[in-house]
């Protein structure tokens, strides 16, 4: 129990400045991108009208994902954007479901990876906000109401970011200290399957499911 | 005069049976109560199944009230229990587990009196349907005992662990009962929102009690986030060493930890649990739109969920940050009120934003090609709503890093 919140780190000193590397983050997120290339190619090999079982899946998927996109944006917008939504979501779920593997975590586990992701989300929608309503329209938006609104504008789009990063990394953190605390009061008997069917499996893709959407609404939000 | 450790440790076990039991008994009164109403209300509709729904009543009672049985059993441990007093952490615990127990009940009391009181308005439109009915109701009645449960377990484990005996435990004790006891109440009135209109719902569409009950399952496990982020907090207040940084400022920041994830946690329970229900009624009333209501619910729920994750990331820096040793009492004043601010802050915008979520799931089952339309006004007007969730957490901010 004593391991509730370690982390193995890798620290490069530079200069004054010091690099942290999360070394298990790392290697498992290499571990899910591999996952996810070998999906790739063996839902492209042998492409046919008839398809073969991988093929199947990964058009249920694209098709599915693509269908989403397309209610929350128009299709013009769904062509260009549909791509990263199924990337998104995809890597996610890979992510989420890693920790029901022994000595696997999940990357989400770790602040950086969310965060990460709802960095990249937020500068996409700014930037398509920027794009599409120009940059005089994109400004004004912020002095809505009133003008002297505006810093608290900022700190709600910026709070965006927040609840988005937090609420997947607290939803699989939580899970796995919940996992780990109640495996360890009942020495491991009975629970814990039950446990990581809940909270990876099912909580894993709500919460992938969740953000991919809401980095699309975010999106349609700044288009439209 | 020299304080006897004894007799504070009796002193606060008492106290804590007090609130478990008295706190307790609110909510499973009310969903009791609720019960009876709605079957009195069936009965008159349908006089001829009068037997049916009396019988069915009792059930629904039955479970109700076992939230109160939980607190009356955690009530009776406190009194009766004899441990030999070693250090002021039992004190903390005793009084610890009796908040978590007794407020951690009010939520499911009420949360699953509201299924059993539609299951009888239900069985009075379908009794043919009696079977099936009963099963989603005991369903969802059991979902929203699970914040009760969770609220038990941590009294329980508060009871039974030893911890390390100084004051920053006791403080952090504290902070983890007061954290899953506020923080189950949301998510037990929430969770049963769905499973009331999926009970309605099945009445009203039989066909559909698949779908129904699936997305009752769905929205009612989601609408549990809350509570297990309370839940994570108080194991977390347990669980990690704290006994190393200084005593004077950190108690406050343990305490104002639990506050704030625990209070914060009530409106977003609630809120997500509208959304839920919203959405049981719309695929009640419109078959096809499963898809389109499914996805704008759980957008709308972790819409909703955003002030307990406020709440949680102030928590967080309340728990992981050092504060330097302080001699007066105002900076442990500051901790404590960044947790009342964020807790008290929450709980509006998260019942607010369940609303829009709800009124969204229903018109989308109505209106299915302008799902992207009511989407969008969805989220501008949570994210007004919002708004004052985000003023909390400034205040909150800004009473930890610059007072």
């Not at chain 2, 008295?22 to 009791?32: H, P, T």
């Not at chain 2, 009420?110 to 349907?129: M, Y």
């Not at chain 2, 339309?373 to 003023?391: K, N």
Request: a neutral charge.
């Amino acid at each position: 129990m004593g391991d509730l919140g370690r982390i193995h780190q890798l620290i490069i000193p530079l200069g004054n400045y010091k690099m942290t590397f999360n070394l298990e983050v790392i290697v498992m997120t290499w571990i899910v991108i591999a996952v996810l290339i070998t999906f790739g190619y063996l839902t492209v090999r042998k492409k046919s009208i008839f398809p073969h079982s991988f093929q199947v899946l990964g058009e249920l998927f694209v098709s599915g994902l693509y269908k989403l996109t397309e209610d929350a944006l128009d299709e013009k917008l769904a062509r260009k954007y549909g791509p990263l939504t199924c990337a998104l979501f995809m890597f996610l779920i890979i992510s989420n479901w890693l920790g029901l593997i022994p000595h696997m975590e999940e990357p989400t586990k770790d602040l950086n990876t969310p965060l990460g992701l709802g960095l990249m989300g937020f500068i996409i929608a700014h930037s398509a906000g920027i794009k599409s309503k120009g940059l005089k329209d994109y400004l004004k938006e912020y002095c809505a109401p009133i003008f002297f609104m505006a810093p608290l504008n900022i700190i709600g789009e910026l709070a965006k970011v927040v609840s988005i990063s937090f609420r997947l990394f607290g939803n699989i953190m939580g899970g796995a200290i919940i996992i780990l605390v109640v495996s360890h009061l009942t020495y491991s008997i009975l629970l814990p399957p039950f446990l990581n069917a809940f909270f990876g499996i099912f909580v894993g893709t709500i919460q992938a499911f969740v953000f991919t959407m809401l980095t699309v609404v975010y999106i349609s939000v700044q288009v439209k | 005069m020299t304080v006897d450790i004894q007799f504070i440790v009796n002193a606060s076990s008492y106290i804590g049976s007090a609130i478990a039991m008295g706190f307790g008994a609110i909510g499973a009164a009310i969903g009791v109560g609720y019960t009876a109403a709605m079957a009195n209300s069936a009965i008159g509709e349908k006089p001829d199944s009068s037997g049916t729904l009396f019988k069915t009543m009792l059930v629904g009672q039955a479970v109700a009230e076992s939230a109160a049985i939980f607190a009356l059993v955690v009530s009776v441990l406190l009194i009766f229990r004899k441990v030999p007093a070693v250090g002021l952490h039992q004190a903390a615990a005793a009084l610890g587990a009796g908040i978590s127990m007794g407020f951690g009940a009010i939520g499911s009391g009420i949360g699953s009196g509201i299924p059993g009181g539609q299951v009888c308005l239900g069985l009075a439109r379908q009794p043919a349907f009696s079977g099936r009915l009963i099963i989603t109701f005991l369903i969802g009645s059991a979902v929203s005992q699970t914040p009760a449960i969770l609220a038990m377990i941590v009294a329980l484990m508060l009871l039974f662990i030893d911890f390390s005996n100084d004051l920053i435990t006791a403080a952090a004790l504290l902070g983890a009962g007061i954290s899953m006891g506020f923080g189950a109440i949301g998510s037990g009135i929430g969770s049963g929102f769905p499973a009331g209109e999926a009970c309605i719902g099945t009445a009203r569409q039989p066909e559909l009690a698949g779908s129904i009950t699936t997305n009752m399952l769905i929205g009612s496990a989601v609408c549990q986030t809350p509570a297990i982020f309370s839940m994570v907090v108080a194991l977390m207040l347990m669980f990690m060493k704290f006994s190393h940084a200084p005593l004077n400022p950190t108690w406050a920041a343990l305490i104002g930890a639990g506050i704030s994830t625990g209070l914060a946690a009530i409106g977003s329970g609630i809120g997500g649990g509208m959304a839920a229900g919203g959405s049981c009624e719309g695929i009640s009333r419109q078959p096809r739109s499963v898809g389109q209501v499914t996805t704008i619910m759980l957008v709308g729920q972790a819409v909703a969920q955003t002030p307990s994750i406020f709440g949680l990331l102030v928590s967080f820096i309340l728990m992981f940050k050092a504060f330097p040793e302080a001699t007066t009492v105002s900076a442990a004043m500051a901790l404590l009120g960044a947790g009342i601010s964020m807790g008290f802050g929450g709980i509006g915008p998260g019942i607010g934003n369940g609303m829009a979520a709800e009124s969204a799931a229903k018109w989308v089952a109505r209106n299915l090609e302008k799902t992207g339309d009511l989407m969008r006004t969805m989220l501008v007007g949570q994210a007004v709503s919002q708004s004052t969730a985000i003023y909390a957490m400034v205040i909150s901010l800004v009473l930890i890093f610059v007072v």
